[in-house]
């Protein structure tokens, strides 16, 4: 006899957590996060609260939840399958993945978050440490393991590549992050080709780090 099936369809539970952290993010951005709790979330999206706590135990749990679903998306494209690249194969998944990491860290979402972190010394208490693995260090992580898909199998000292991701995203997405947080700037009005200028220049600067540490020819990006 064939057994039943309990719970939810995994298709369910995806598209429930989906409408979760929609309705989770409408409120840590529009409230301050003393008035962002599993109940508030509960009532506004008409979702129980038991459904929501099958999915986080708590609020900074379910940050990180906001957070990790914004970084998610750097992982498309499949990248770790690339071999060995020439300067040709490079230059997409590269400058694709810079791309994608600004779109992600500079988002109005994020920027208000970021804000939200670094005014309030409670709420930076509570989530800094949340933010920073769900956020930063995803993307860190993410650029490194493209970097290290095109060092040589034969190299026998492999290269520092994750100081090399920090340098480059301290460069194209810090900065501008600064700026925004400070009113000055505001990353996520560019137009797409204002932000792949930025990620070309952010190329070109470290092009002779990229060519030094992993030996690649990037004459032609």
């Known amino acids: 006899m064939e057994k039943r099936q309990r719970g939810r369809p995994a298709q369910d539970r995806t598209a429930l957590k989906e409408k979760v952290l929609t309705v989770a993010t409408g409120i840590l951005i529009e409230e301050d996060f003393s008035r962002f709790s599993i109940d508030a979330v509960a009532k506004s999206g008409g979702i129980a609260k038991k459904t929501i706590y099958s999915f986080v135990a708590n609020r900074d749990e379910l940050v990180g939840e906001i957070v990790a679903s914004w970084t998610s998306r750097l992982s498309e494209e499949g990248y770790e399958t690339l071999g060995p690249a020439t300067s040709e194969q490079w230059s997409s998944p590269l400058k694709a993945l810079l791309f994608r990491i600004y779109r992600t860290a500079l988002s109005k979402e994020a920027i208000?978050?970021?804000?939200?972190?670094?005014?309030?010394?409670?709420?930076?208490?509570?989530?800094?440490?949340?933010?920073?693995?769900?956020?930063?260090?995803?993307?860190?992580?993410?650029?490194?393991?493209?970097?290290?898909?095109y060092v040589p199998v034969e190299m026998a000292e492999k290269p520092d590549v994750e100081a090399i991701s920090r340098a480059m995203l301290a460069w194209l997405v810090g900065e501008p992050l600064r700026r925004a947080a400070l009113?000055?700037?505001?990353?996520?009005?560019?137009?797409?080709?204002?932000?792949?200028?930025?990620?070309?220049?952010?190329?070109?600067?470290?092009?002779?780090?990229?060519?030094?540490s992993l030996r690649l020819d990037l004459a032609r990006i």
């Open 112 to 149: 208000s978050l970021f804000r939200m972190i670094t005014s309030d010394r409670d709420t930076r208490t509570q989530l800094a440490a949340t933010y920073n693995r769900n956020g930063v260090e995803k993307a860190v992580l993410t650029l490194s393991k493209l970097l290290m898909s």
């Open 183 to 212: 009113g000055l700037e505001m990353p996520y009005d560019l137009s797409d080709a204002e932000v792949k200028k930025r990620v070309a220049a952010c190329v070109d600067l470290y092009e002779p780090v990229l060519v030094s």
